[in-house]
Structure formats: C-alpha cells, structure tokens
C-alpha cells in the first residue's frame, strides 16, 4: 500500500493496484487528493504500524500531515481537495459535509488513538473552534 505515497510530496494518490504495487489518479479528480481520505488514512496507517510493527506506514502519513500543516489556510480550514504534486489545498469547497467532515473527525480519532500525546489534537481545536477552549479543557470534554 505504501506506493500510494511515491508522489513529489508524499501526498497519496487515490487509488492502488496491490498486484502491481502502483498508486494511480482518479478519472474524475485527477492530481486530486480528497482531505477526507488523507484524515482516514492517518488512523488507518497509524494503526496498522502498531500492529505491524513498521514505522514505515506511520512515517508515511505523518509526512503526509506535515503537507497538510504546510499548507494551512488562513482561516484553519480545509477545502477538500489537495493538489497532489504541488501539495497545496485546490481551489474547491470548504465542506462540513461529505468529502470534508471526516478530515476533522479523523483528526481527534488520531489522538485518541495515540492516548491524546497532542500528535493533530490542536489541529482539531483550531479548525473547529479557534478561539475557544485550550486542547486540555477539550480533552477533559470528551472524557
């Protein structure tokens, strides 16, 4: 799976043939990545390298958050395309709906996952709810 992530930054391509170990564009959003599906894959990498093992799945979607972060817009949102070659947020819509909600989910899922070490806690904070409470009183919230 991790031939997904063989693009200029490291962001992943939408689709792979695991018999040909090739990631390819989609025909309808080429050179497009949906934010929904780099959230989910954070979780899913994160958890499979514990499983495994292998940092290597949990490298590849931190680098892939690092692309997320370097790229922010001002306002802490994200439209819910990525250019995949350029790593930059494509001009589309900014959704609380489909293609862009999971992203923001996934985001504390992570930091659940990783027993709350702060890993995309603030970033859920700061797009969510920018100028309210500190990620500490958030996490006592959720408890």
């Known amino acids: 799976m991790l031939p997904v992530f063989e693009t200029n930054v490291g962001l992943p391509l939408p689709v792979i043939n695991l018999g040909q170990r ?3 564009h989609t025909k309808d959003f080429p050179g497009l ?3 929904a599906e780099v959230g989910t894959l954070q979780l899913e990498f994160k958890y499979l390298s514990h499983l495994t093992g292998n940092d290597e799945y949990w490298r590849a979607v931190e680098r892939v958050m690092k692309v997320v972060k370097d790229a922010r817009l001002p306002h802490g949102l994200a439209s819910i395309f990525l250019a995949i070659d350029e790593g930059q947020y494509y001009t589309s819509a900014i959704r609380l709906g489909s293609r862009g909600d999971s992203f ?3 985001l504390l899922y ?3 996952l990783t027993c709350f ?3 995309l806690l603030n970033d859920y904070q700061k797009a969510i709810h920018p100028n309210s409470m500190s990620c ?3 996490v006592v919230v959720l408890l």
Do not use: A, F
């Open 117 to 119: 070490e702060g890993v």
């Open 33 to 35: 990545s949906s934010i």
């Open 22 to 24: 090739k990631g390819y």
């Open 104 to 106: 923001y989910e996934y």
């Open 136 to 138: 500490t009183k958030l």
């Open 110 to 112: 992570v930091d659940i």
